[in-house]
């Protein structure tokens, strides 16, 4: 604003940065470092151009200080080597600029801010994606222990159950002839245990189903965004 520009210059200058701002922050909306999509692609480049028509009115000042938003953007906005490329080429510029310009004194704490911003960030995305790595390795452990639960109590339910089933099956063969009420009366409970461990079987796996229900609609979730 207190340059020497005219004042349409100026007031198109701010209205560039505080486009840069609002499409900064928009582009963290729905980012996922998973892969490359158009969305950050296409806000890299919407930045890279406004801190660019920023350096007639606000000089060196205006694109060096966008470059680091655009380093820390593209740090969370792709997947881990892209991320690295990107934010390592913009720290290139910025310090083959600072270097160049023959003002390296002016702007040289810019530069060793996006340095010490870059080492930062970076340390802070290792660190989220190790966290994320890690809760995805125990929700993986839990699925393995409740499958194992599930099939150690299936196999411990219709074990002893199909056990008892033929047991009596066989009592009720010898007993057709020899007594007849006898024999229905095994065939009876044998018809009681089999519904039994059709309930209990129902009842094992209906509740392995609730217990996934969140990371089931999490999944339907992310899916229907994609």
Not at 39 to 68: D, E, F, H, K, Q
């Amino acid at each position: 604003w207190t340059s020497d520009a005219a004042l349409w210059a100026r007031l198109a200058t701010i209205a560039c940065l505080v486009l840069f701002a609002a499409v900064y922050m928009w582009g963290y909306l729905g980012t996922s470092w998973t892969h490359v999509a158009r969305r950050p692609v296409a806000v890299i480049v919407v930045l890279a151009v406004l801190a660019a028509l920023s350096y007639p009115v606000a000089g060196l000042n205006g694109p060096l200080t966008c470059l680091i938003f655009i380093m820390s953007y593209s740090i969370w906005a792709f997947p881990y080597r892209v991320s690295m490329g990107i934010a390592t080429a913009a720290l290139a510029v910025m310090l083959l600029v600072v270097f160049t310009s023959g003002e390296a004194a002016q702007w040289w704490f810019l530069a060793a801010l996006a340095v010490i911003l870059g080492i930062g960030l970076t340390v802070a995305r290792t660190a989220a994606e190790s966290g994320e790595r890690h809760q995805e390795t125990e929700k993986q452990l839990v699925m393995a222990q409740e499958r194992e639960r599930v099939g150690r109590d299936v196999h411990d339910l219709l074990g002893h159950t199909l056990t008892a089933i033929t047991v009596k099956a066989e009592l009720a063969e010898k007993l057709v002839d020899a007594d007849p009420a006898r024999a229905r009366a095994e065939l009876a409970e044998i018809q009681a245990l089999s519904r039994e461990a059709i309930t209990e079987v129902r009842h094992t796996v209906g509740s392995l189903r609730a217990r996934r229900l969140d990371s089931e609609i999490a999944g339907a979730t992310a899916a229907l965004n994609d």
